[in-house]
């Protein structure tokens, strides 16, 4: 796949992988930003190590890939992270959420104040 399409696909991936990440990280925004860089980085010390073992013919082509790989998960992952630090700091109307965060911030005070007074409410 050297050349013919190669920073294509690589890039739907990374993007697929920052999206995916985003979308099932839950509620916690925190947990959707880092969830999807951690989609989207992967592993390419494992990828390296794997394809080198069973293509070591192919070793410069394989490194130059996944170097390519890595500039790329850069290149994408850095203005994901620069818009995830914009829409938090906007507060909650900045956020693109489906809920208030404010109200969630008191459903989870109530659900701690709820378990240390050990009242258990498993209505959610």
């Known amino acids: 796949m050297s050349g013919q399409g190669t920073l294509v696909a690589i890039v739907v991936i990374v993007g697929f992988g920052l999206l995916a990440g985003h979308l099932l990280g839950g ?22 190590l794997l394809a080198v073992g069973v293509f070591p013919e192919n070793e410069k082509v394989i490194l130059g890939t996944v170097l390519l790989y890595l500039l790329a998960n850069i290149a994408l992952t850095v203005p994901y992270q ?31 104040r709820a378990e240390n007074a050990g009242i258990n409410d498993d209505r959610t």
């Open 27 to 48: 509620p916690d925004p925190g947990n959707r930003g880092a969830l999807a860089t951690a989609t989207a980085s992967r592993h390419p010390g494992i990828a390296l």
């Open 82 to 112: 620069r818009w995830r630090k914009k829409v938090l700091s906007h507060g909650v109307e900045g956020q693109v959420f489906p809920f208030d965060l404010e109200t969630l911030s008191q459903v989870h005070k109530g659900k701690q």
